[in-house]
């Protein structure tokens, strides 16, 4: 069963270790004050679409194209999109799970509102973020290991996805769970975005990253 957290990928990437020190180390990384949560998913190359959110099966026409594909948005509740993400790094056994809602602000940044297991806030901006927690808040420049993640969630959130990057490759999949579009920015070839769907909807959004987490993003307005 997965376990909750509060999730963190500001703070130092894990060392490896050994033995029991290793769950230990992982919920001290969670503890850390600044974090950010993403969901992704590890791969050794690209994502198959049978690891998306439908995993009974979909029904509905496909998007016709990678153009087409890029337009299809999560299903908004109140205004808000339902995620739940799950975050497995390779140093530790457990799985962590929070949850919470996207929605875009009166300033069209994207926030990122936590609400379980405690609460935390993440504005993201096209060039900057701002977490607040526990009555604090901190505003930094984006990591560049986190640019790609967040410019493609953002554009997809703010229904302007026709601005994501056009130097990405872009491989479109069609199969009996839905459809899967796999980004990849030529610069960092270790890196991969995948967006997951049935019909018009988005379901899913998973990355790959050079460390190994594996993370994923699930929008559940469906």
């Known amino acids: 069963?997965?376990?909750?957290?509060?999730?963190?990928m500001m703070g130092p990437?894990?060392?490896?270790t050994s033995g029991n020190n290793k769950r230990f180390l992982w919920r001290k990384a969670m503890q850390r004050?600044?974090?950010?949560?993403i969901a992704v998913t590890l791969t050794t190359g690209l994502i198959p679409s049978t690891s998306g959110a439908n995993e009974q099966g979909c029904r509905l026409r496909p998007p016709e194209s990678v153009k087409a594909a890029l337009l299809s948005r999560p299903i908004k509740v109140d205004g808000t999109v339902p995620y739940e993400e799950q975050v497995q790094h390779p140093a530790f056994d457990e799985v962590v799970t929070n949850s919470g809602v996207l929605y875009v602000s009166q300033n069209d940044t994207l926030i990122k509102r936590q609400m379980a297991p405690v609460f935390e806030e993440l504005e993201i901006g096209s060039e900057f973020l701002i977490v607040r927690r526990a009555n604090k808040t901190a505003r930094h420049p984006i990591p560049d290991r986190l640019s790609i993640f967040l410019s493609v969630l953002r554009s997809i959130i703010l229904a302007t996805?026709?601005?994501i990057d056009p130097s990405y490759s872009k491989q479109f999949d069609v199969?009996?769970?839905g459809?899967?579009?796999a980004l990849n920015a030529?610069?960092?070839?270790?890196?991969?975005i995948v967006l997951l769907g049935c019909g018009a909807v988005l379901e899913a959004i998973h990355i790959s990253t050079k460390n190994g987490q594996r993370r994923r993003l699930r929008l559940l307005g469906q």
């Not at 069963?1 to 963190?8: A, G, I, K, Q, W």
């Not at 030529?186 to 991969?192: A, D, F, N, P």
């Open 1 to 8: 069963m997965p376990r909750t957290f509060h999730c963190n």
């Open 13 to 16: 990437r894990s060392r490896e």
């Open 33 to 37: 004050p600044i974090s950010i949560c």
């Open 161 to 163: 996805s026709e601005k």
């Open 175 to 177: 199969n009996s769970n």
């Open 179 to 181: 459809w899967s579009v």
């Open 186 to 192: 030529s610069s960092k070839k270790k890196e991969t």
